[in-house]
């Protein structure tokens, strides 16, 4: 069998990964509770984080997540916010430009704007920092929603979006210094504590700063 140079290798693991990613997630939408569905996610994002060759660990990192908290689950409309515009430039991608459109009120933790990614088919990216920031988790925040991704649990039958803090997770670059990663604006600060879903990992002996 001919062997494929490393780059093909590599878009292909990145497929095979986003592939996986949207089928965890649809195999949680359809879980009979948000608890069986969290489960799901742990041992599915635990898996491939480990075990697929798209990963972003390091030598012996591992995922941990806190509990599922059923407190922490919002069924929220996206209402209307003034549009607005937030750019990232990534290290490989060029510059990444987000439209927002629209907030989504969680509770007594404040709101977080939504965004539009308008690159290579466009999906809806919700980012987002709380006061575990720096302590039990990323200091520069995780993500809840990314739908080009697949990171997406759904909405209600009458129209409400699922953000469920349960299931944020820590972007790749909390993993290694390899990945850059658009991390959450100004809008996108909760004015509570969020101490569910993906916490900060084990590094083990790895040092995800350093660079080959």
């Known amino acids: 069998m001919t062997s494929l140079p490393q780059p093909a290798r590599t878009a292909l693991d990145v497929a095979s990964w986003r592939r996986e990613v949207h089928d965890l997630y649809a195999a949680v939408r359809a879980a009979g509770s948000p608890a069986q569905g969290h489960a ?15 990963t972003a660990r390091l030598a012996d990192q591992e995922l941990r997540h806190a509990a599922y908290d059923p407190a922490f689950r ?3 409309e996206i209402e209307p916010a003034d549009e607005g515009q937030w750019e990232y430039a990534t290290g490989t991608d060029g510059v990444a430009p987000f439209r927002r459109i629209g907030q ?22 919700v980012p987002f920092k709380d006061a575990t920031n720096g302590e039990s988790t990323y200091g520069a925040g995780r993500y809840v929603l990314d739908t080009v991704k697949g990171a997406d649990l759904g909405r209600m ?9 349960n299931f944020a997770y820590n972007p790749s670059c909390v993993y290694s210094a390899r990945w850059s990663c658009p991390l959450a604006p100004r809008g996108n600060v909760l004015t509570g504590a969020a101490p569910v879903g993906e916490l900060l990992p084990d590094y083990g002996t790895s040092d995800p700063y350093a660079l080959d």
Request: glycine share 18%.
């Open 157 to 165: 039958p009458g129209g409400d979006w699922v953000v469920d803090l």
């Open 74 to 76: 919002f069924d929220v």
């Open 40 to 54: 799901l996610w742990v041992e599915g994002r635990s898996a491939m984080f480990r075990d697929h060759p798209a």
């Open 104 to 125: 989504v009120r969680l509770g007594d933790l404040g709101s977080l704007d939504v965004w539009w990614l308008g690159t290579y088919g466009g999906g809806v990216f």
